[in-house]
T-cell receptor, first 113, second 114 residues
Framework: AQSVTQLGSHVSVSEGALVLLRCNYSSSVPPYLFWYVQYPNQGLQLLLKYTSAATLVKGINGFEAEFKKSETSFHLTKPSAHMSDAAEYFCAVRPLGNEKLTFGTGTRLTIIP | ETGVTQSPTHLIKTRGQQVTLRCSSQSGHNTVSWYQQALGQGPQFIFQYYREEENGRGNFPPRFSGLQFPNYSSELNVNALELDDSALYLC?????????????FGQGTRLTVV
C-alpha cells in the first residue's frame, strides 16, 4: 500500500524566512502527489499537485514543491513565510487510476513574528 | 459554481446512538469520498461513491455505511457510535479518474461522541 511520511509534526519559522516542509512517499510507481493546507476549523484546500508532468510544481500562495524520484520526496517550500501561512499542512498520495487519497500525519507550521 | 457543503457543522451524540452526516457535492461532480480525521491526525479514507455505487472502501467496520443520491449528494451513516468515532468527518467531491482530477473538500462535520 502506498503511504507518505511527513518529517516534523511541528515546524516554526520566522516571518520572511524560508519554509520547508518534508514529505516522502513509498511507491514503486510514481503516484500522484498533493499538498493540502488546513486552517483551524476548516476543510482541506489544495495547494498544489504533481501528476507526472513538470517535476517542479508551483501552487497557490507562493508555495512550490519538487518531485524527486531518486529520493522519493515531494518537499514543500516557500521562499518567504507570511503570518497567514500558519496552518496545518498535509502531504497526500493517490495511486494511478484510483481516487483514494492517503494522507500523512500533517505538519503544523507556526510563523514567528 | 457552488462548492462542497456539509451539514451539520457540529454534532454531539451519545455512545451507542446512530448518526447521519450529509454532503452536497460540487456542481457536476459525480464522485464523493468520505474521510475521518481524528484530532491531531491526517484524514483517513472511509469510502467512495461513484454514480450511486460504493467504489472503494478503507479499513472501517460495516457500521460505517453510505449512500449517494441521483443528484450526487451523499450521506455517511454511523451506527452504534463509539467514543473513538469522535472526529472531523470530511466529504470530498471530484470527477473520476485521470491526472487532472482534483478532490474538493467541504468544511467538515465535527462529531463528538460522549
Amino acid at each position: 500500500a502506498q503511504s507518505v511520511t511527513q518529517l516534523g509534526s511541528h515546524v516554526s519559522v520566522s516571518e520572511g524566512a524560508l519554509v520547508l516542509l518534508r514529505c516522502n512517499y513509498s511507491s514503486s510507481v510514481p503516484p500522484y502527489l498533493f499538498w493540502y493546507v488546513q486552517y483551524p476549523n476548516q476543510g482541506l484546500q489544495l495547494l498544489l499537485k504533481y501528476t507526472s508532468a513538470a517535476t517542479l510544481v508551483k501552487g497557490i500562495n507562493g508555495f512550490e514543491a519538487e518531485f524527486k524520484k531518486s529520493e522519493t520526496s515531494f518537499h514543500l517550500t516557500k521562499p518567504s513565510a507570511h503570518m497567514s501561512d500558519a496552518a496545518e499542512y498535509f502531504c497526500a498520495v493517490r495511486p494511478l487510476g484510483n481516487e483514494k487519497l492517503t494522507f500523512g500525519t500533517g505538519t503544523r507550521l507556526t510563523i514567528i513574528p | 459554481e457552488t462548492g462542497v457543503t456539509q451539514s451539520p457543522t457540529h454534532l454531539i451524540k451519545t455512545r451507542g446512538q446512530q448518526v447521519t452526516l450529509r454532503c452536497s457535492s460540487q456542481s457536476g461532480h459525480n464522485t464523493v469520498s468520505w474521510y475521518q480525521q481524528a484530532l491531531g491526525q491526517g484524514p483517513q479514507f472511509i469510502f467512495q461513491y461513484y454514480r450511486e455505487e460504493e467504489n472503494g472502501r478503507g479499513n472501517f467496520p460495516p457500521r460505517f455505511s453510505g449512500l449517494q443520491f441521483p443528484n450526487y449528494s451523499s450521506e455517511l451513516n454511523v451506527n452504534a457510535l463509539e467514543l473513538d468515532d469522535s472526529a472531523l468527518y470530511l466529504c470530498a467531491s471530484s470527477l473520476p479518474g485521470g491526472e487532472n482530477t482534483e478532490a474538493f473538500f467541504g468544511q467538515g462535520t465535527r462529531l463528538t461522541v460522549v
